[in-house]
Every structure is written in structure tokens, then in C-alpha cells.
């Protein structure tokens, strides 16, 4: 089983939609979680820290679900700069790296 | 408030050449992590610095080395090039201050993007 696996997408969204992001993680010992955003060919931005069971942010909701090892990124009311790929991070477990799936890409049309 | 910053922007280099990339943490932090992002592909682990050591090495060869400096800032160097060593080169940066949740929040600079003909 891979480390993180996310849908790669694409998921192409029309504005004011409402999209989910799934991403389940094998490391049962995983503490943190982290949403990162990354544009085309820039650095990945952090968009989210999940360190309990949840955590929401304006249009953006995280929910973490550890018995089942997954962790979900709800965006609502979808904004053409929404487009990018969402990154699912998860850390902890006694190491300093971040392990990185490929990641979900989001097209938000108008 | 500096976010991270990374130097050169672009380079481009032969193969078995030695190439060395740099990175200033954003303020406040202390801990510098290396990434390598190929083309499709999410970041991959390469190494973690902090007090100057190497702390933590992803799966890696001995071609990439690193060095931290006292002022946190640090360097990443690679021998002997390949031409799969083509890809952009993120840093991150961290503090060792967080809690045991946060410590791992990291921030990264806007990459090297590297090409080795």
C-alpha cells in the first residue's frame, strides 16, 4: 500500500461548486496532517493543519478520520483561483519529512 | 516577515557537473529541509538540517550533500549529475519550537529548477 493516496483527477468543477478531496495514508502513527495547494510549476503552499479530528477555514473544511486512516478537504462555493493541485500530506510518527502523494488536481471552470 | 528564499532561480548544467543550490529560512525558523519535485511527481524527501547536522535522509544517494550554516540558512549540493537529476529543488523551512503536532509545518521557498543536459 501506497504511503498517501489521493485521486489524481482531474476534477474539473464549474465556480460555486462544492468539491471533495479524499487522501488515505498507511502510517497509523501519523499525528499531523497538512493540506498543501500547489500552482503549476510553483512551490506548494500550505493551506491547512489537521492535528484533531477536523479543522475548518473560511470555504475550506478538513475532516480526519484516524480509525480509517483518511482525511478529507471540502471546498465550497469553488473560485476560478481555487485551481491547483491539493496535497495530502500526512506527518509525525517519530520523522521530520513530509511524504508527498502526486496530489489532486482541481479545474474550477467559469 | 521574509518567507523563504532560494537561489538560483534557474540553472542548467551537463552531466557530471556539481551543482550547489541555497536557501535562506523564513525568519524565525531554524530547521531547513530538502525536497525534490520530478516533473508529475509530488515533492520527494531528500534530507532535514538542523544545529548544523544532517538529521533526518530521505532515500537519497551520497551524490546529494547538504550543509547548514549558523545563521540556519543551508546548501544543497549534487555530484556527478545526471540527467534524472532534472527537477525543481524545493527548501523548507520549519522551527524546532512548534508542538509536538506543529513542529513538522513546513514552508517552502519558490524552488531551483534544475536542468542537466
Known amino acids: 500500500r501506497k504511503e498517501v493516496e489521493q485521486d489524481p483527477g482531474p476534477f474539473n468543477v464549474p465556480e460555486g461548486a462544492t468539491v471533495a478531496f479524499n487522501c488515505t495514508y498507511s502510517n497509523s502513527a501519523s499525528q499531523s496532517f497538512f493540506w498543501y495547494r500547489q500552482d503549476c510549476r510553483k512551490e506548494p503552499k500550505l493551506l491547512m493543519s489537521?492535528?484533531?479530528s477536523g479543522n475548518e477555514d473560511g470555504r475550506f473544511t478538513a475532516q480526519l478520520n484516524r480509525a480509517s486512516q483518511y482525511i478529507s478537504l471540502l471546498i465550497r462555493d469553488s473560485k476560478l483561483s481555487d485551481s491547483a493541485t491539493y496535497l495530502c500530506v500526512p506527518s509525525g510518527a517519530g520523522s521530520y519529512q513530509l511524504t508527498f502523494g502526486k496530489g489532486t488536481k482541481l479545474s474550477v471552470i467559469p | 516577515d521574509a518567507g523563504v528564499t532560494q537561489s538560483p532561480t534557474h540553472l542548467i548544467k551537463t552531466r557530471g557537473q556539481q551543482v550547489t543550490l541555497r536557501c535562506s529560512p523564513k525568519s524565525g525558523h531554524d530547521t531547513v529541509s530538502w525536497y525534490q519535485q520530478a516533473l508529475g511527481q509530488g515533492p520527494q524527501f531528500i534530507f532535514q538540517y538542523y544545529e548544523e547536522e544532517e538529521r533526518q535522509r530521505g532515500n537519497f544517494p551520497d551524490r546529494f550533500s547538504g550543509h547548514q550554516f549558523p545563521n540556519y540558512s543551508s546548501e544543497l549540493n549534487v555530484n556527478a549529475l545526471l540527467l534524472g537529476d532534472s527537477a525543481l529543488y524545493l527548501c523548507a523551512s520549519s522551527s524546532s519550537g512548534g508542538t509536538k503536532f506543529s513542529y513538522n509545518e513546513q514552508f517552502f521557498g519558490p524552488g531551483t529548477r534544475l536542468t542537466v543536459l
Open positions: 489537521v492535528y484533531s
